[in-house]
């Protein structure tokens, strides 16, 4: 009988991972509040949550075929949707859509997300350890 | 791993600052240094800020993502540019660099201006400070793993 970590631990390591990769685009808006032209960008929990278990289910990408004669494209790669720009509440001189508030407030918000799926995964070790003692 | 790249991509922004700082610093140090000619006159010294991107500096951290996809890599600045508005001439001739009609010219620096460009700088230097200090206390929660 083996151990496999990835069916143990389930999403809660790829969710530590996409709130690590949400702190780094958060931290690269702030870092670029002062740039012109910069677009601020965000990452969709959802989008990449639904890819990832697409990953793993392993169907991947597919098209909707409402007809017979349409032809699947089940092989087509996705250009990575997940990773968006942010719509400006308020124009700026310099085209510059970061807004500081907006992006600190997001920042501590993963930061407190990512502790609590930190949480979760920690538990998930904790139980394996326990069910390897076995006291 | 992609909280480290955090660090870097918050001092890219600090030293961006810094240097934001450095040329309001020199801005208004400068502010009253006199000339007697124009092309000998101080002129205000802005930084250009631009983005920085992930695959100029190479290598992909495994990222959930795909390459062409990236966070992006922080800010730098790509130079220092004089300001070319027009100096302010000023009838002094008591003064010792005025010139021959009696006029020393005074540098292009709006010292308001720069004041409102050092706290803009200072504020974006404390956030990315807080930003570096919350990614630390992430990764030492990381490392408490299985604890």
Sequence with gaps: ?135 | MSLASVFNIAGTGMSAQTTRLNTVASNIANAETVSSSIDKTYRARHPVFATMLQNAQGGDSGSLFSDSDSAGAGVQVSGVVEDQSNLEARYEPSSPSANKDGYVYYPNVNVVEEMADMISASRSFQTNADIMNTAKTMMQKVLTLGQ
């Design chain 1, 1 to 135: 009988m083996s151990i496999s970590f990835d069916k143990a631990l389930g999403i809660s390591e790829q969710a530590l991972k996409f709130r690590a990769q949400r702190a780094e685009v958060l931290a690269n808006n702030i870092a670029n509040a002062d740039t012109p032209n910069f677009k601020a960008r965000d990452l969709d929990f959802s989008t990449v949550l639904k890819e990832q278990s697409a990953k793993t289910s392993g169907s991947g990408f597919e098209i909707e075929r409402t007809n017979d004669r349409h032809i699947d494209a089940d092989t087509m790669a996705v250009a990575d949707p997940a990773l968006m720009y942010r719509i400006s509440t308020q124009p700026s001189l310099d085209q510059n859509t970061v807004d500081s508030q907006i992006e600190q407030s997001n920042y501590a918000q993963n930061s407190v997300d990512f502790q609590a799926s930190f949480t979760l995964l920690n538990s998930k070790f904790k139980g394996l350890i326990s069910a390897l003692r076995g006291d």
